[in-house]
């Protein structure tokens, strides 16, 4: 019954409750709001890559970013440019930002292509992020602005066909047989979730 119910409703619906969820699910103040929908945004985005398909690449762009995200921290090493607000290091970029920008946008541009009021949520929710980690002093705006360009650089870049893309995927190769088993459950699950099934 309750598949049924969720085939009814609609993706939009079960990622902002998935949204929603998040933000309520646990202590309510800015930092671990933020943490929590760090968490939520790229989750969503590659369970949506994968019921349509390209939960490979979806991963391979979330690695990569992540990649160049900590690589970048470890690499500027005491820099004043990677030192946090509250005087720890390693701040450059915000992977926090990261991480929720590049799942909003994937969400944007694979979920939801033609519901606007959800595509303004995602992106508040991503921002809330960004403005959750200078909040809490664990990261300052600039920190902030080049994670969340690293993410939606990594998103949009990543998806056109280039010799870094096709050397990346290369080496992601091994993930693709899981994840489409992966994708066969998920469709089979919804298949069973819509009415009259």
């Given at each position: 019954?309750?598949?049924?119910?969720?085939?009814?409703?609609?993706?939009?619906?079960?990622?902002?409750?998935?949204l929603v969820f998040a933000v309520l699910n646990g202590p309510g103040n800015p930092r671990q709001i933020g943490d929590r929908l760090q968490i939520a945004l790229p989750s969503i985005a590659f369970?949506?890559?994968?019921?349509?398909?390209?939960?490979?690449?979806?991963?391979?762009?979330?690695?990569?970013?992540?990649?160049?995200?900590?690589?970048?921290?470890?690499?500027?090493?005491?820099?004043?440019?990677?030192?946090?607000?509250?005087?720890?290091?390693?701040?450059?970029?915000?992977?926090?930002?990261?991480?929720?920008?590049?799942?909003?946008?994937?969400?944007?541009?694979?979920?939801?292509?033609?519901?606007?009021?959800?595509?303004?949520?995602?992106?508040?929710?991503?921002?809330?992020?960004?403005?959750?980690?200078?909040?809490?002093?664990?990261?300052?705006?600039?920190?902030?602005?080049?994670?969340?360009?690293?993410?939606?650089?990594?998103?949009?870049?990543?998806?056109?066909?280039?010799?870094?893309?096709?050397?990346?995927?290369?080496?992601?190769?091994?993930?693709?047989?899981?994840?489409?088993?992966?994708?066969?459950?998920?469709?089979?699950v919804m298949a069973k979730a819509k009415p009259g099934s």
């Amino acid at each position: 019954m309750f598949l049924r119910w969720l085939g009814r409703i609609g993706k939009a619906h079960v990622v902002l409750a998935v949204l929603v969820f998040a933000v309520l699910n646990g202590p309510g103040n800015p930092r671990q709001i933020g943490d929590r929908l760090q968490i939520a945004l790229p989750s969503i985005a590659f369970a949506c890559s994968v019921l349509n398909g390209s939960g490979g690449e979806y991963a391979l762009r979330f690695a990569t970013m992540m990649i160049v995200a900590h690589g970048s921290k470890h690499a500027l090493g005491q820099a004043p440019i990677n030192i946090r607000p509250d005087g720890g290091d390693l701040g450059f970029p915000s992977a926090h930002t990261s991480a929720a920008v590049i799942g909003a946008s994937s969400i944007v541009y694979e979920c939801f292509t033609a519901n606007p009021v959800a595509k303004a949520l995602i992106v508040i929710s991503a921002g809330f992020v960004g403005g959750s980690r200078i909040d809490s002093d664990r990261h300052d705006i600039w920190q902030v602005l080049a994670g969340a360009l690293l993410g939606w650089g990594c998103d949009r870049a990543l998806r056109r066909d280039s010799h870094a893309r096709r050397k990346l995927a290369g080496w992601l190769a091994p993930l693709g047989r899981p994840l489409t088993t992966l994708r066969q459950i998920a469709l089979r699950v919804m298949a069973k979730a819509k009415p009259g099934s």
